[in-house]
RNA sequence: GGUUCUGUGGUGAAACGGAUAUCACACUUGACUACGGAUCAAGAAUUCAGGGUUCGAAUCCUUGCAGAACCGCCA
């Protein structure tokens, strides 16, 4: 119906001047849930400089001509609003509007969580884990092929640290005087070093590692970490596609190549910014190559190379993402955490300069809190109070967790409170739906025969199908702008309305959807069909299942 | 100091530039021999402050104030 008025009025506006061509996409209608109407659209307003009208004559025009049979009045209303009110037989027909829905089969890449393989993931990894599966999700749901990739940061400084860190736990530990420092903590390296011990024996027999040794063992515990967050994350039903190291992207040996394109673009220089914090030597033999991303708007310019000539993770991630970009996606996502603010500007000037047509975009999430007894618990990874992602999802159980992870804004920052979490009742808006859709099923499930009668229309029965009707709309909408929060509040209001209806029938019977002998009426029945599919289409997305009984 | 984000009832959050700013909690009332009360109904805001753009601003621009994240040749 939305759409039927959408084309209704781009005939009228056609009409009013055939010389002015309005595109379908500018004409907005949207729904209205009180007494205003049941649909209205702006665009007396909007396009009123256009056509020369004042808003009101505009309207009236658009009036005049608008086939008026589905509906009960139109009217203007306020400073040029159109306001429709939709016959009482045509509501059930709100219910049928999925037949032609947008499809786009178009291939997606969507990066996230991509850990450092130093440690196990925790709290701040699993909101962007759950915003990038379920953007996933949401692309699929348009037909697209998504690929859910993780990225592997295995080379580096912090893999030097790492491995050292590991080596002397165990070097301790078995009294074996290996010259390694400490720079990782906590029980997780010990659990891994004793693995590692386990692993290669043989190999401290002798007094000193060499350098392939120390290879096989850092990859040996860096593939146990990535299996181990992995596992972690295909708990709360996130599966990845691809897993991409970072030391295959060096292989391909893509970066010389690279420079040289950014070089004949003349973005690439060879000098010396500030001193890096650990710099040694002198400043005339470390000239080093730059990337010129002050070009963009970046504050600095930002170094492709080390002064010991080897590539910088900026310099690597150019190539990771061009690796990426030949894989042929019609367009690149990843999920960033807020730290990474500062990071978009280099690498996207970066890309944007070598292919001008790239399709990539960052969504960023904001940092969560966790808050317990009213109070907002302090993390920190020295005095080991991180709180690891897989306790988490013990304690509140998957689905809290993949709809909490979704309810705020990706962009705000975000207090989980575990304790409301908990709650098993309208607090928790996931349990709210949830009870909504039980209800739903329970009415179902108790009908004795389905009949040909009239089911009363309320305020609360329109309500509830035209909330329906919204559903494509609001989907749509969170898809176009990578705003999965859109959906989780879609459903909670959706289930408000429902059980607003649901408890209309105390006082008023004839809003029942059984009669004394249990029989449901076709209309009633189908509402109720539709209801549990798009909550299930939507908890769908979401990555959670609607539960029949509760 | 620079870059980016945020500032909405007592609290936490929603709101493609649209009408009377929505939702939940807390607080105050009212509704249960129930199609599952695990619910429903009723009650509160000068949207941080000033200026601008617009028929129309929480939203866009600008100034100020307050808070957060980031600001290595670390990843």
Redesign the pocket.
């Known amino acids: 119906m939305l759409n039927q008025i959408k084309s209704s009025l781009k005939v009228c506006l056609n009409s009013i001047d055939p010389s002015i061509d309005i595109s379908a996409d500018e004409i907005?209608v949207?729904l209205?849930f009180d007494?205003?109407?049941d649909f209205?659209t702006?665009i007396a307003?909007?396009f009123?400089?256009i056509y020369k009208q004042k808003?009101s004559d505009l309207a009236k025009l658009i009036i005049n001509s608008f086939p008026s049979q589905d509906f009960e009045k139109i009217e203007i209303?306020?400073?040029?609003?159109i306001?429709f009110f939709l016959k009482d037989q045509f509501f059930f027909r709100l219910l049928n509007f999925q037949n032609n829905r947008f499809q786009d089969q178009s291939s997606v890449n969507i990066e996230f969580v991509s850990a450092?393989p130093t440690g196990p993931l925790h709290l701040a990894h699993g909101r962007g884990a759950i915003v990038g599966d379920v953007l996933s999700n949401l692309y699929q749901f348009y037909g697209h092929i998504v690929t859910r990739e993780y990225y592997v940061?295995n080379?580096?400084?912090?893999i030097n640290e790492f491995l050292s860190s590991i080596l002397f736990h165990i070097s301790s530990k078995h009294n074996l005087n290996l010259p390694y420092q400490q720079f990782y903590k906590g029980d997780y390296i010990q659990e891994l070093a004793e693995k590692c011990f386990e692993n290669f024996k043989n190999i401290f027999d002798s007094p000193k590692l060499s350098k392939d040794e120390e290879l096989q063992i850092v990859n040996f515990a860096i593939e146990n970490l990535v299996n181990q967050s992995l596992k972690t994350l295909k708990h709360s039903g996130i599966n990845f596609d691809q897993i991409t190291y970072?030391t295959s992207i060096v292989e391909k040996k893509l970066l010389p190549e690279i420079i040289k394109e950014l070089e004949k673009k003349g973005l690439v220089y060879h000098g010396?910014?500030?001193?890096?914090?650990?710099?040694q030597g002198t400043k005339k033999d470390?000239e080093?190559t730059i990337f010129k991303s002050t070009n963009f708007?970046d504050?600095?310019d930002?170094?492709i190379t080390?002064?010991?000539g080897t590539p910088?993770?900026?310099a690597n991630d150019i190539a990771y993402h061009v690796d990426k970009y030949q894989r042929q996606y019609s367009k690149l996502i990843n999920i960033w955490g807020?730290?990474?603010?500062?990071?978009l500007?280099r690498l996207s000037s970066a890309l944007v300069s070598l292919y001008p047509e790239v399709n990539f975009s960052v969504v960023f999430c904001?940092?969560v809190n966790l808050k317990r007894n009213n109070e907002i618990q302090k993390m920190s990874k020295r005095e080991g109070t991180i709180f690891e992602l897989d306790e988490l999802v013990k304690e509140i159980g998957i689905e809290n967790y993949r709809y909490f992870m979704c309810y705020?804004?990706n962009?705000?920052?975000?207090?989980l409170d575990i304790d409301l979490i908990k709650k098993?009742?309208?607090?928790n808006p996931i349990?709210?739906i949830q009870?909504s859709f039980?209800?739903s099923?329970?009415?179902l499930e108790?009908t004795n025969n389905v009949i040909s009668s009239n089911i009363e229309l309320s305020f609360e029965l329109k309500n509830l199908i035209k909330k329906i009707h919204e559903w494509d709309l609001v989907v749509f909408?969170s898809y176009k702008r990578n705003?999965v929060?859109?959906i989780a509040?879609y459903l909670?209001?959706a289930a408000?309305m429902f059980?607003?209806?649901?408890?209309?029938?105390?006082s008023n019977p004839n809003?029942?959807?059984?009669d004394d002998n249990n029989n449901l009426s076709e209309d009633a029945q189908s509402l109720l069909k539709k209801y549990q599919l798009v909550i299930s289409e939507g908890l769908g997305i979401l990555g959670i299942k609607p539960k029949l009984?509760?």
């Open positions: 907005e949207s209205l007494e205003k109407g209205t702006n307003l909007k009123s400089k808003p209303a306020g400073p040029g609003f306001n450092n940061n080379t580096g400084n912090q970072e010396q910014l500030h001193d890096p914090k650990d710099f470390n080093i708007g504050d600095e930002r170094a080390k002064n010991d910088t993770y900026f807020a730290d990474h603010l500062g990071y500007k904001q940092i705020r804004k962009d705000t920052h975000m207090d098993e009742n309208k607090e349990y709210y009870y039980a209800r099923q329970s009415v108790k909408n705003e929060h859109l509040h909670e209001s408000s059980h607003s209806l649901w408890s209309s029938a105390k809003s029942k959807f059984l009984k509760m």
